[in-house]
């Protein structure tokens, strides 16, 4: 993965396969990752960060919401699962779905990580037959090379601890 592209977006690195271009929507809030010859937009990986400003908010309710409203412009999901990941000090609501669009598959991911400063919120759409054609896990690939304030996100002093399955 020595070749793969490697995108900023404030304390936070995203890096993917080669060839992927980027841009901001959701006025700068949101960076997009497409990768090369998807002439449609639908594959992408996303990357928002929210500051906790409001202490009273109840963020795993907020968590759960974001992630099951990860994939609204899909009409179908199958396969759907929602889990809440515990972590030492931290927790995450993750949504891995089979969708289709347009009668081709997708795959999509999603991980709502709340941390004591902020909300993270990463997705992944990408085609079946682009997973397909990946040597390995292309979605853990990409989540294994996060990094934010210039340590992996996946580390290892942040162990998972329980995971709750949710739907």
Avoid at 93 to 112: D, F, H, M, S, T
Avoid at 133 to 156: C, M, Q, T, W
Wanted: charged residues 20%; glycine residues 6%.
């Amino acid at each position: 993965m020595a070749n793969w592209a490697v995108f900023e977006s404030g304390r936070e690195k995203l890096c993917v396969p080669p060839g992927w271009t980027s841009h901001l929507e959701d006025d700068g809030q949101e960076l997009v990752l497409l990768p090369p010859n998807s002439p449609d937009s639908t594959e992408r990986v996303t990357f928002t960060r929210f500051a906790k400003d409001a202490p009273s908010l109840d963020y795993p309710s907020v968590a759960r919401r974001l992630a099951t409203s990860a994939f609204s412009r899909f009409g179908e999901a199958a396969a759907d699962t929602l889990n809440q990941l515990v972590f030492p000090h931290d927790f995450a609501v993750e949504r891995n779905a089979a969708l289709r669009k347009q009668g081709k598959p997708y795959r999509g991911y999603c991980l709502v990580y709340v941390d004591n400063r902020n909300v993270y919120q990463f997705r992944i759409v990408l085609a079946q037959d682009r997973l397909n054609a990946y040597s390995g896990s292309l979605v853990r690939d990409i989540f294994g090379n996060i990094y934010i304030d210039g340590k992996p996100f996946v580390e290892h002093l942040n162990q998972l601890q329980q995971i709750i399955h949710l739907h």
